[in-house]
């Protein structure tokens, strides 16, 4: 395991390796609507469909030492605002770490997401150097491709992901 990708944390937030008893919070947030609104998949439709995805993410923290974060206001611990980071995903043949953040309507506007990614790139640059960091966002989101620009990430093409149009952007 690396241990700055375990846990870490920036000004505000803990960031920390997903857990068994994250479950609820994982279909608490993924299972929203409006949270889900720029996924292809939609929101999870069941706490079953969320105890899966937990163990697809599990299964990235086994595999790679590294995964998806559980994040949490440093002021408020135990309050998961969101979950972000970077996992192992293969991407048009092509082995990439995928960068992604997601968080509560209510944290949304306070820049958890650049703070987290930009965490996320710098670890992954450090410990990841040889695999690409993406992020690959529909076009409707505009919020997260702010964040993605912010981060200095590059446009590099337009795919359809799973029948939405998307950019992927590219960490230099």
Same mark, same amino acid.
């Given at each position: 395991m690396i241990q700055d990708f375990e846990r870490t944390t920036t000004e505000r937030l803990l960031l920390r390796r997903l857990q068994e008893s994250d479950l609820d919070a994982v279909f608490e947030l993924h299972g929203d609507p409006e949270t889900s609104r720029f996924s292809p998949s939609g929101p999870l439709p069941s706490k079953e469909a969320a105890r899966e995805l937990l163990e697809l993410w599990l299964g990235d923290?086994?595999?790679?030492?590294? =995964? %998806?974060?559980?994040?949490?206001?440093? $002021?408020? &611990? =135990?309050?998961?605002?969101?979950?972000?980071?970077?996992?192992?995903?293969?991407? $048009? =043949?092509?082995?990439v770490l995928n960068l992604a953040y997601r968080f509560r309507p209510q944290a949304w506007g306070s820049g958890y997401a650049t703070e987290v990614a930009r965490v996320a790139l710098l670890l992954a640059r450090k410990h990841l150097p040889s695999v690409p960091v993406v992020a @690959? @966002?529909?076009? $409707?989101?505009? &919020?997260?491709?702010?964040v993605?620009?912010?981060?200095?990430?590059?446009?590099?093409?337009?795919?359809? %992901?799973?029948?939405?149009a998307s950019a992927v952007y590219l960490a230099e």
């Open positions: 923290w086994a595999r790679h030492g590294v =995964g %998806y974060w559980v994040v949490e206001r440093l $002021e408020a &611990p =135990g309050t998961v605002v969101g979950f972000s980071g970077v996992r192992h995903k293969e991407l $048009e =043949g092509q082995t @690959i @966002i529909s076009l $409707e989101n505009a &919020p997260s491709l702010r993605a620009e912010r981060l200095g990430m590059r446009r590099d093409r337009l795919i359809d %992901y799973h029948g939405f």
